[in-house]
């Protein structure tokens, strides 16, 4: 199974990686980070396939996956 890490502090929000991603793996959480951006975090985490895609669409380089 795969693990999704995102740091927070990097991601702006911009949702690229939640409209990309094949099996609705991530959302935008509550929390904000010192930005002030709501951040996403992986909310679905069973689903993950390790595609990757989320982290090559990521123009932060927010969100690292590992298989």
């Known amino acids: 199974m795969a693990e999704i ?3 927070a502090e990097r991601c702006k ?3 690229y990686c939640i409209k990309f ?3 609705s ?5 509550t ?11 992986p ?9 990757c895609i989320c982290g090559k669409i990521c123009p932060d ?3 690292e996956v590992y298989k």
Do not use: D, F, Q, R
Request: aromatic share 6%.
């Open 61 to 63: 380089g927010a969100i």
């Open 31 to 41: 929390k904000v980070n010192s930005k002030g951006y709501e951040y996403v975090i």
């Open 21 to 23: 991603c094949p099996k």
């Open 13 to 15: 929000g911009c949702g």
């Open 43 to 51: 909310s679905n985490m069973e689903a993950c396939i390790g595609c």
């Open 25 to 29: 793996v991530l959302t935008v959480g």
């Open 5 to 7: 890490k995102v740091v």
